[in-house]
């Protein structure tokens, strides 16, 4: 019967959806929060809390620069971090109880939403490992190149406070700023003759997929490495290549990295050609020292380090993540991650990257991690305090 009845309603709602010209938009992204308490959070008592403390520790080095007024998003302001950050500092290394005491004394946890929906999606990525060069060869033949001088970025939150997380790039062009070269211009040659490669690499597929993740590993013909982040982008809009499949009738469940990087391989000029249909090109420096580093500036820290909208998530923020994830023996992912690193993929007030380090574990786990999940925002108490009843 409910079966009928649903059926019947669905026929309805398309009888209409038809008469009434075109469906309804979407909502804009907004995030909500509940209150909740830690009883609420999927798999707390089983997680070791101790184990994200130095990536909240570095998070808390950045944070505590500010002034005690500065404003740090629904997180309050800097002044609600300090006792947090110095209790953390005081917990010893390793111990679960005391660092399960300290967040559950000082930070309080809520339900994000976008709008009213708390389902989202939670994906991961590593640091990748790529064959290169420091000079071009028949071998290495593929760029990286360092940030343009003449790449414009700008925070349009600085113009308008409704556009507060937002940001474009582009060049001067007389007195306008005018978008810069896509990817499929900067492969044909856009940026050539001005010594912005600093390294070359043997594929162009690894130097696609290094710039979804902003970081990587480069190993010389001499056998050292030389490790890259992320220097800035272009500023054209990031597509997922796994849509544009999905979009040609490839269904979306198989569409996996290890499935993508097998359909680029397996389809020549074609798969040139998708990789184009992603306009956004990342630039590259070389780091030195402790790495990667994330949009905070701090060092990322494996399978407690996430990258967030900054537009709704401020960095530094400890979140607690519960997805599914086929890579884990359970099927869930139940854990605290701290909020320390952005992407271009990234949008929306209940979504995800999970960092999961370097190697081939780490490259396998993000490659197969796309699953849906909810997540709560771990506030300071006393930001917490000022947070409406029941939001």
Known sequence: ???????????????LAGCGGPPPKPLPDKLNLTRASY??????????????LPALLKSCAVLLKGGDDQP???????????????????????????????????????????????EGLFTGYYEAELHGSLTKTDQFNVPLYHRPTDLISVD?????????????AGKIAGTKL???????????GALDGRGLEFVWVDSATDAFFLGIQGSGRVILPDGQIMRVGYDGENGQPYVTIGRVLAAEGV????ITMPY??????????????????????????????????????VALVPGRSAAVDRGFVPLGLP????????????????????????????????????????GPDAANHAGLMKGKGSAWLLLPAAAAARQMPGT
């Open 1 to 15: 019967m409910r079966l009928r009845r649903l059926s019947a309603l669905a026929l309805a709602a398309a009888a």
């Open 39 to 52: 009883r609420d959070l999927p798999g707390w008592t089983q997680d070791d809390p101790s184990a994200a």
């Open 72 to 118: 740090v998003g629904i997180a309050g302001t800097v002044a609600d971090w300090r006792a947090p950050c110095a209790d953390a500092a005081a917990v010893p290394a390793g111990d679960q109880a005391a660092a399960r005491a300290l967040f559950e004394h000082d930070f309080v946890p809520f339900r994000a939403a976008d709008n009213d929906e708390t």
């Open 156 to 168: 349009l939150g600085q113009f308008r406070p409704t556009l507060k997380g937002q940001r474009i």
């Open 178 to 188: 005018v978008p810069y070269a896509t990817r499929e211009q900067i492969e044909a």
């Open 251 to 254: 269904p979306a469940d198989q």
């Open 260 to 297: 993508l990087r097998k359909w680029i391989a397996d389809h020549g000029a074609d798969g040139t050609a998708l990789m184009d249909k992603n306009p956004s090109y990342i630039f590259f420096r070389e780091l030195k020292g402790d790495g990667p580093i994330g949009a905070e500036g």
């Open 319 to 358: 979140l607690w993540i519960d997805t599914s994830d086929p890579v884990e023996s359970s099927g869930r992912l139940q854990r605290l991650f701290v909020a320390q690193d952005v992407g271009g993929a990234i949008r929306g007030p209940v979504r995800a990257d999970l960092f999961f380090g370097y």
